[in-house]
């Protein structure tokens, strides 16, 4: 479910129930969270119908009880859960925010070549065009390591990421599991998980891995990871080459198989090229992105948190465990 904010305009598709809470009685807020609470969710399932795809109807969704209190503790807990999605919601602005300026310092520097001082750096032919002089042409596997060799453990449970944990439009790796067995794709803190099945690598999942505890520590998850690490390159470079169009689109042309099971093919990227920066342009622009990679995470781990908060509060407001005072009302 969600809410509708006060300046959205929006057409309903099928199959989705417009609620609306009556002025004078029920805030809105409330009816969002009420909804989404244990006992809510609890009256929603009681009363859907269907085999293979369950569904409520109207006239089942009128008899849902929900928890009620006088429309201003109503309201109090409405702004006190509402908080906690504000906060949420800026830090994912943030995260946003954040990677959209390392994609941009990424594309000035190496793609268009407009890095610091580079006026005072003379141009020459190559087999990729005019590059800035010093700089090397060189294949990807020449600086990125694909699918590196990890040895990981079969015993013990470790950190497991499916394909579902990584984001479409962010290098964020979410809701990690925890599984015995080594069968997949083995990474640590600084390598590039890339898609390499349809739809996901059209898709944009692409994930950068800093979750882990220590630089040692290995993780494993779906087979369909093309793993990349940095051999001459560093790690924010390669996950924002991993990000280009050029590299994704040399990816999905090579892609091979039965229609929607498409896979790529590693040695595609045996004949890209690329303009190899000098070490000195490297580091100096890791040291300005890699703070901002270490903030998102941090910003995930803050939103981690918010959202486990609220989860607690909720049930607690609803069932009155948490005293909502006429004071604190009123004020």
Same mark, same amino acid.
């Given at each position: 479910?969600?809410?509708?904010?006060?300046?959205?305009? /929006?057409?309903?598709?099928?199959?989705?129930?417009?609620?609306?809470?009556?002025?004078?009685?029920?805030?809105?807020?409330?009816?969002?969270?009420?909804?989404?609470?244990?006992?809510?969710?609890?009256?929603?399932?009681?009363?859907?119908?269907?085999?293979?795809?369950?569904? !409520?109807?109207?006239?089942?969704?009128?008899?849902?009880?929900?928890?009620?209190?006088? =429309?201003?503790?109503?309201?109090?807990?409405?702004? !006190?859960?509402?908080?906690?999605?504000?906060?949420?919601?800026?830090?994912?602005?943030?995260?946003? !925010?954040?990677?959209?300026?390392?994609?941009?310092?990424?594309?000035? %520097?190496?793609?268009?070549?407009?890095?610091?001082?580079?006026?005072?750096?003379?141009?020459?032919?190559?087999?990729?065009?005019?590059?800035?002089?010093? %700089?090397?042409?060189?294949?990807?596997?020449?600086?990125?390591?694909?699918?590196?060799?990890?040895? /990981?453990?079969?015993?013990?449970?470790?950190?497991?990421?499916?394909?579902?944990?990584?984001?479409?439009?962010?290098?964020?790796?979410?809701?990690?599991?925890?599984?015995?067995?080594?069968?997949?794709?083995?990474?640590?803190?600084?390598?590039?998980?890339?898609?390499?099945?349809?739809?996901?690598?059209?898709?944009?999942?692409?994930?950068?891995?800093?979750?882990?505890?220590?630089?040692?520590?290995?993780?494993?998850?779906?087979?369909?990871?093309?793993?990349?690490?940095?051999?001459? =390159?560093?790690?924010?470079?390669?996950?924002?080459?991993?990000?280009?169009?050029?590299?994704?689109?040399?990816?999905?042309?090579?892609?091979?198989?039965?229609?929607?099971?498409?896979?790529?093919?590693?040695?595609?990227?045996?004949?890209?090229?690329?303009?190899?920066?000098?070490?000195?342009?490297?580091?100096?622009?890791?040291?300005?992105?890699?703070?901002?990679?270490?903030?998102?995470?941090? =910003?995930?781990?803050?939103?981690?948190?918010?959202?486990?908060?609220?989860?607690?509060?909720?049930?607690?407001?609803?069932?009155?465990?948490?005293? /909502?005072?006429?004071?604190?009302?009123?004020?």
């Amino acid at each position: 479910m969600a809410i509708i904010r006060d300046s959205e305009k /929006i057409a309903l598709a099928q199959r989705i129930i417009l609620l609306r809470a009556k002025p004078g009685k029920v805030d809105p807020l409330f009816l969002f969270y009420a909804l989404q609470s244990e006992f809510g969710q609890g009256e929603l399932q009681a009363r859907a119908t269907g085999t293979t795809v369950s569904g !409520i109807k109207q006239s089942e969704l009128r008899k849902v009880r929900l928890p009620m209190f006088a =429309l201003p503790i109503q309201q109090r807990i409405g702004r !006190i859960l509402s908080a906690y999605d504000e906060l949420m919601q800026i830090n994912r602005q943030r995260i946003r !925010i954040l990677e959209d300026m390392s994609k941009t310092l990424y594309r000035e %520097w190496f793609i268009e070549f407009r890095f610091p001082r580079n006026e005072k750096i003379q141009r020459v032919t190559s087999s990729i065009g005019n590059i800035p002089k010093g %700089w090397e042409v060189k294949c990807v596997p020449e600086c990125v390591s694909i699918n590196p060799r990890v040895v /990981i453990p079969r015993d013990g449970e470790k950190p497991f990421v499916p394909m579902g944990c990584l984001a479409n439009d962010s290098m964020l790796i979410t809701d990690i599991e925890c599984r015995a067995g080594n069968s997949g794709a083995k990474f640590q803190n600084g390598d590039t998980l890339f898609a390499r099945i349809t739809p996901c690598l059209e898709n944009g999942k692409t994930g950068f891995v800093q979750f882990l505890s220590d630089a040692q520590s290995v993780a494993f998850g779906s087979t369909e990871f093309i793993v990349l690490r940095s051999n001459t =390159l560093t790690p924010e470079f390669v996950y924002l080459l991993a990000r280009s169009e050029a590299f994704r689109g040399v990816a999905i042309k090579s892609m091979t198989g039965a229609s929607g099971r498409q896979r790529v093919q590693e040695r595609c990227f045996d004949d890209f090229k690329i303009a190899h920066p000098p070490r000195a342009l490297l580091d100096r622009f890791s040291a300005i992105v890699a703070p901002s990679f270490r903030m998102i995470q941090r =910003l995930h781990l803050q939103i981690q948190n918010l959202r486990r908060t609220r989860d607690l509060l909720l049930p607690r407001l609803l069932s009155g465990q948490v005293e /909502i005072k006429t004071e604190e009302v009123r004020a």
